[in-house]
């Protein structure tokens, strides 16, 4: 089993912890490189999130070897082994802790920002890492939560070795951990992607994840679970789609999530507008337009006419679940994902309610925009001009009901503070608007 990227990673890992699901637990992500899994566990946990700042401490002439680790709350986990082995003094141990200790206090500023961390005392914690090699840092968090009074932690890490999970046994009341390799060389071995964590990263995923959690209360007027919220394999053609289907109690309108190139069902952009959707009463379908192996071949990636008839497979599929019957459809396109949405919203048989493109190249979808009639809202970020003007020329050629919204000081990408919330209350707003005066659902049976 070898990891996409860390999304993947926490992707899967969340599938083993979903019976912690609204529960008193509280996930927590060991910066840097833990916090992007933590942040989908959390996600699928409907869990706050925060860090466990751990810093590992290295042999100052080989600094991947770590012979200890100092966590928050002064505490500090020595592997006399490695200590023994490499011969280090005491002054070797204080001067190396002594820098680390103060690199961890920068990183607390930096990631809490001024606020106090969250009550551990009688909850469940979980601690997630992206991997475990020697465990040095592992079990210093595991002490510093159970100083802080969890009451159960449980360990969560996608891939570690088998000697370091053995040894952390006593340290956690459960340890869930997808993969461990007899031959445990690095971490990275086990991540296509495996790129460093910024601290911008972090703190953008711990914002989100306080956004989320803020405005979680309002997911629902009742305290009903979701009707469904699984992941599926759709059939079109040849090919096998894996995605995630989530339909709240009584859903308004279902949105298909068209991916750009590079991306995927498990793009944290798209999920975090999802999760936007679904608190307002939408239901979701993020899938893969291409098959593990279909995505290898770059060119794929903009084969419209091949990413539209996937789009319009899915749609019919959803369409045949009884319960999607009568619910208006929508399609939010990301990038090349735009222009496919939009191709596919060109046939009448599939009666798209309403379009979102973020960040979108609507103008491959060329001879196509014209048979457009769903109603669509075009959204590009303010630094992005060349896309801003495709967009431009994509609007003039389009005979629908269409809206232009330009979200100042955004990039492509959406990642300024604020820029992808900004995305998602336009995608609700237009979605809700057009959802309501859609007449093309069937009537309900």
């Given at each position: 089993?070898?990891?996409?990227?860390?999304?993947?990673?926490?992707?899967?890992?969340?599938?083993?912890?979903?019976?912690?699901?609204?529960?008193?637990?509280?996930?927590?992500?060991?910066?840097?490189?833990?916090?992007?899994?933590?942040?989908?566990?959390?996600?699928?946990?409907?869990?706050?999130?925060?860090?466990?700042?751990?810093?590992?401490?290295?042999?100052?002439?080989?600094?991947?070897?770590?012979?200890?680790?100092?966590?928050?709350?002064?505490?500090?986990?020595?592997?006399?082994?490695?200590?023994?082995?490499?011969?280090?003094?005491?002054?070797?141990?204080?001067?190396?802790?002594?820098?680390?200790?103060?690199?961890?206090?920068?990183?607390?500023?930096?990631?809490?920002?001024?606020?106090?961390?969250?009550?551990?005392?009688?909850?469940?914690?979980?601690?997630?890492?992206?991997?475990?090699?020697?465990?040095?840092?592992?079990?210093?968090?595991?002490?510093?939560?159970?100083?802080?009074?969890?009451?159960?932690?449980?360990?969560?890490?996608?891939?570690?070795?088998?000697?370091?999970?053995?040894?952390?046994?006593?340290?956690?009341?459960?340890?869930?951990?997808?993969?461990?390799?007899?031959?445990?060389?690095?971490?990275?071995?086990?991540?296509?992607?495996?790129?460093?964590?910024?601290?911008?990263?972090?703190?953008?995923?711990?914002?989100?994840?306080?956004?989320?959690?803020?405005?979680?209360?309002?997911?629902?007027?009742?305290?009903?679970?979701?009707?469904?919220?699984?992941?599926?394999?759709?059939?079109?053609?040849?090919?096998?789609?894996?995605g995630h289907l989530m339909v709240p109690e009584a859903a308004t309108g279902m949105v298909v999530f068209a991916h750009g190139s590079g991306s995927s069902r498990h793009s944290p952009r798209n999920r975090f507008v999802a999760t936007s959707l679904q608190r307002a009463g939408l239901g979701t379908?993020?899938?893969?337009?291409?098959?593990?192996?279909?995505?290898?071949?770059?060119?794929?990636?903009?084969?419209?006419?091949?990413?539209?008839?996937?789009?319009?497979?899915?749609?019919?599929?959803?369409?045949?679940?009884?319960?999607?019957?009568?619910?208006?459809?929508?399609?939010?396109?990301?990038?090349?994902?735009?222009?496919?949405?939009?191709?596919?919203?060109?046939?009448?048989?599939?009666?798209?309610?309403?379009?979102?493109?973020?960040?979108?190249?609507?103008?491959?979808?060329?001879?196509?925009?014209?048979?457009?009639?769903?109603?669509?809202?075009?959204?590009?970020?303010?630094?992005?001009?060349?896309?801003?003007?495709?967009?431009?020329?994509?609007?003039?050629?389009?005979?629908?009901?269409?809206?232009?919204?330009?979200?100042?000081?955004?990039?492509h990408l959406f990642a300024e503070p604020g820029a992808l919330a900004a995305v998602a209350e336009l995608a609700r707003d237009w979605f809700r608007t057009h959802f309501r005066g859609s007449t093309t659902g069937r009537a309900r049976r």
């Amino acid at each position: 089993m070898v990891f996409r990227d860390r999304v993947d990673a926490g992707s899967r890992l969340a599938t083993r912890l979903i019976a912690l699901r609204d529960t008193d637990v509280v996930v927590l992500g060991l910066p840097r490189g833990g916090v992007p899994v933590a942040f989908e566990v959390a996600r699928a946990l409907r869990a706050p999130l925060d860090v466990l700042v751990i810093r590992k401490l290295g042999v100052p002439y080989q600094p991947e070897l770590a012979f200890g680790a100092v966590g928050e709350d002064d505490t500090r986990v020595l592997n006399t082994l490695v200590v023994r082995r490499t011969g280090l003094s005491e002054d070797d141990i204080d001067a190396v802790q002594q820098h680390e200790r103060a690199e961890l206090a920068r990183r607390v500023d930096t990631y809490r920002q001024g606020r106090d961390g969250p009550s551990l005392r009688g909850r469940t914690v979980v601690l997630v890492d992206d991997g475990i090699a020697t465990g040095a840092t592992a079990r210093a968090a595991c002490r510093v939560a159970r100083a802080r009074g969890a009451a159960r932690i449980v360990l969560a890490t996608p891939v570690a070795a088998r000697g370091a999970l053995a040894s952390l046994r006593p340290e956690a009341d459960e340890i869930v951990c997808l993969k461990t390799p007899l031959l445990f060389d690095a971490v990275g071995q086990w991540y296509r992607h495996f790129g460093q964590t910024s601290d911008d990263e972090v703190v953008d995923l711990l914002a989100r994840a306080a956004l989320a959690a803020r405005e979680r209360p309002r997911v629902a007027t009742s305290g009903d679970p979701p009707l469904v919220d699984d992941d599926v394999t759709i059939t079109v053609g040849e090919a096998e789609l894996n995605g995630h289907l989530m339909v709240p109690e009584a859903a308004t309108g279902m949105v298909v999530f068209a991916h750009g190139s590079g991306s995927s069902r498990h793009s944290p952009r798209n999920r975090f507008v999802a999760t936007s959707l679904q608190r307002a009463g939408l239901g979701t379908l993020l899938f893969d337009l291409l098959t593990p192996a279909e995505e290898f071949e770059r060119a794929n990636v903009f084969a419209i006419g091949l990413l539209a008839n996937r789009l319009a497979g899915v749609t019919r599929w959803l369409a045949g679940m009884h319960y999607a019957d009568g619910l208006p459809i929508g399609y939010f396109g990301a990038s090349t994902g735009a222009a496919a949405a939009l191709r596919a919203a060109a046939d009448p048989e599939l009666k798209i309610a309403a379009v979102v493109s973020r960040g979108g190249r609507p103008d491959l979808a060329d001879l196509f925009l014209t048979a457009v009639r769903a109603p669509t809202l075009l959204i590009v970020g303010g630094n992005d001009p060349a896309v801003i003007e495709l967009n431009r020329f994509a609007q003039r050629a389009m005979a629908c009901e269409t809206r232009l919204e330009i979200v100042p000081g955004a990039t492509h990408l959406f990642a300024e503070p604020g820029a992808l919330a900004a995305v998602a209350e336009l995608a609700r707003d237009w979605f809700r608007t057009h959802f309501r005066g859609s007449t093309t659902g069937r009537a309900r049976r």
